[in-house]
T-cell receptor
């Protein structure tokens, strides 16, 4: 049973480009959470999605950031017109039912904006 | 007040020592509680869930005190491999978002 898969593991983008981060949840999991972690900082919640629905996006910046979890395929976190401050590790976690059950993390995508 | 607070440490202990971490949370309606472990630059890994009755997994014991709104993690007979950052996680809000503390750093030395 494969774990949560994130790709790419490392992504380098120039300022102004777009970054697309992918997350495939564990088999049987339909709830996905995205977090951002800056160096020496804790994990900050960004968005919570269920298949085809955004449940809570209270942690996501209003500008430039968007997320989706289509019926088929992985969840995508999209950052448009990246800036240096977007450089961070982005982690995705999945859980089978949400509602406070255990969440399991992917290995993360390390985004570097140059 | 932060939703989940932890002492960042570091806690520097010799092998074989017993060490305990506490974590406080602000939302009395919080439903679920967990401890995760994060090694440097890697993903958080679930260590254990925390139940009201307390629970034990080998050398690790977790306790929940709802009245005082804190959870604790006790590690007995520390190993070098226990060196990591320990993250307290509380599910908060109507959507029960897993909310992380900043973590407590543990360094176990020979």
């Amino acid at each position: 049973n494969a774990g949560v898969m994130q790709n790419p593991r490392h992504l380098v983008r120039r300022r102004g480009q777009e970054a697309r981060l992918r997350c495939s949840p564990m088999k049987g999991h339909s709830h996905v959470y995205w977090y951002r972690q800056l160096p020496e900082e804790g994990l900050k919640f960004m968005v919570y999605l269920q298949k085809e629905n955004i449940i809570d996006e209270s942690g996501m910046p209003k500008e430039r950031f968007s997320a989706e979890f289509p019926k088929e395929g992985p969840s995508i976190l999209r950052i448009q017109q990246v800036v240096r401050g977007d450089s961070a590790a982005y982690f995705c976690a999945s859980s089978p039912t949400g509602g406070g059950t255990e969440a399991f993390f992917g290995q993360g995508t390390r985004l570097t904006v140059v | 007040r932060k939703e989940v607070e932890q002492d960042p440490g570091p806690f520097n202990v010799p092998e074989g020592a017993t060490v305990a971490f506490n974590c406080t949370y602000s939302n009395s309606a919080s439903q679920s509680f967990f401890w995760y472990r994060q090694d440097c630059r890697k993903e958080p890994k679930l260590l254990m869930s925390v139940y009201s009755s307390g629970n034990e997994d080998g050398r690790f014991t977790a306790q929940l005190n709802r009245a005082s709104q804190y959870i604790s993690l006790l590690i007995r007979d520390s190993k070098l491999s226990d060196s990591a950052t320990y993250l307290c996680v509380v599910s908060v809000g109507g959507s029960y978002i897993p909310t992380f503390g900043r973590g407590t750093s543990l360094i176990v030395h020979p």
